[in-house]
């Protein structure tokens, strides 16, 4: 079992910054992807990161240049760095664990591989 604790969201303006962490207590197995997903109200879950074991990563489109996920793994901890915030990108942002062994290639940010889920954080914008 991989318990996940996300930490960092809150309320900015347009153009503004946030960095979300998320710390995996007791989870002692890096080779498993671990990856943002957020969902807006009455929309679906999307994929917005993921990283691998190799440290590969892979981003929605949709914030490509402006978001940065990073891992460190001693400190058991993810993190996304999300910089030039728009109002679409308001959300609850959830840190997720999955596809053990595998790497972002074959996950490809679908969360079906995704197995161990955060309770969110939640990030708005305002413009």
């Known amino acids: 079992q991989v318990q996940l604790v996300e930490s960092g969201g809150g309320s900015v303006q347009a153009g503004g910054s946030l960095r979300l962490s998320c710390v995996a207590p007791g989870y002692g197995d890096s080779t498993y992807c671990m990856a943002w997903f957020r969902q807006a109200p009455g929309k679906q879950r999307e994929g917005v990161a993921e990283i691998d074991r190799f440290g590969a990563t892979n981003y929605a489109e949709s914030v490509v240049g402006r978001f940065t996920i990073s891992r460190d793994t001693a400190a058991k901890t993810l993190y996304l760095q999300m910089n030039n915030l728009k109002p679409e990108d308001t959300a609850m942002y959830y840190c997720?664990?999955?596809?053990?062994?595998?790497?972002?290639?074959?996950?490809?940010?679908?969360?079906?591989?995704?197995?161990?889920w955060g309770q969110g954080t939640q990030v708005t914008v305002s413009s």
């Open positions: 997720a664990a999955g596809g053990r062994g595998l790497n972002i290639a074959s996950v490809g940010l679908r969360s079906i591989f995704y197995g161990y």
